[in-house]
């Protein structure tokens, strides 16, 4: 096809027209790319403002936090604390409670044992000297009954022993059995 001379000539303004909105089209595509790159940059500065703040914000809930459950922790040492010294004054207390009625009961419980030896230790003593007594009783009469048993075999002997012809009266059995009558 043969070129018209009218398509020629506008040809040269279509290149220059394609190549200016080319043109037009890179300057805006840079345009829009910097406008891009800044949005983007701008995004990016606020995250990290955001995200500084937000770290800064969470630090100071954190140490904030923290001091609030090192307090607590105190809060509850002192009272563990304080229980612990309550509760052991109060164990003191009865300790020695218990310890002054130990020896109250323990100083009654050594006198009753006092006392109650000291009541064995005389009736001990009157049981022996009883005895004694009952003893010296019983030796006398013990004496006494060999002494009479010594008579009455003296008497048996001299009974046995052949009457003499002088003797003419004869004992009765009562009367030779009678030590009393005989001393």
Same mark, same amino acid.
């Given at each position: 096809?043969?070129?018209?001379?009218?398509?020629?000539?506008?040809?040269?303004?279509?290149?220059?027209?394609?190549?200016?909105?080319?043109?037009?089209?890179?300057?805006?595509?840079?345009?829009?790319?910097?406008?891009?790159?800044? @949005? *983007?940059?701008?995004?990016?500065? %606020?995250? !990290?403002?955001?995200?500084?703040? /937000?770290? #800064?914000? =969470?630090? &100071? +809930? $954190?140490?904030?936090?923290?001091?609030?459950?090192?307090?607590?922790?105190?809060?509850?040492?002192?009272?563990?604390?304080?229980?612990?010294?309550?509760?052991?004054?109060?164990?003191?207390?009865?300790?020695?409670?218990?310890?002054?009625?130990?020896?109250?009961?323990?100083?009654?419980?050594?006198? @009753? *044992?006092?006392?109650?030896?000291? %009541?064995? !230790?005389?009736?001990?003593?009157? /049981?022996? #000297?009883? =005895?004694? &007594? +009952? $003893?010296?009783?019983?030796?006398?009469?013990?004496?006494?009954?060999?002494?009479?048993?010594?008579?009455?075999?003296?008497?048996?002997?001299?009974?046995?022993?052949?009457?003499?012809?002088?003797?003419?009266?004869?004992?009765?059995?009562?009367?030779?059995?009678?030590?009393?009558?005989?001393?």
């Amino acid at each position: 096809m043969a070129d018209r001379p009218e398509e020629q000539a506008a040809s040269p303004d279509i290149g220059g027209r394609v190549n200016a909105i080319i043109e037009a089209a890179n300057a805006a595509a840079a345009e829009i790319g910097q406008n891009a790159r800044s @949005e *983007a940059q701008k995004i990016v500065r %606020d995250a !990290e403002t955001r995200a500084a703040a /937000r770290i #800064e914000e =969470l630090t &100071r +809930e $954190a140490a904030t936090l923290r001091n609030e459950a090192d307090q607590y922790a105190r809060d509850i040492r002192e009272a563990a604390d304080s229980y612990g010294t309550q509760h052991r004054r109060a164990a003191e207390e009865d300790a020695r409670r218990l310890l002054a009625q130990a020896e109250s009961n323990a100083g009654e419980i050594l006198a @009753e *044992a006092r006392r109650e030896a000291d %009541d064995l !230790e005389r009736e001990v003593g009157q /049981r022996h #000297e009883t =005895l004694r &007594r +009952e $003893a010296r009783m019983l030796e006398d009469r013990r004496q006494r009954v060999l002494d009479s048993l010594r008579d009455l075999s003296a008497q048996l002997q001299d009974a046995l022993v052949e009457p003499t012809e002088g003797t003419t009266r004869v004992e009765t059995l009562e009367e030779a059995l009678d030590v009393e009558r005989r001393r």
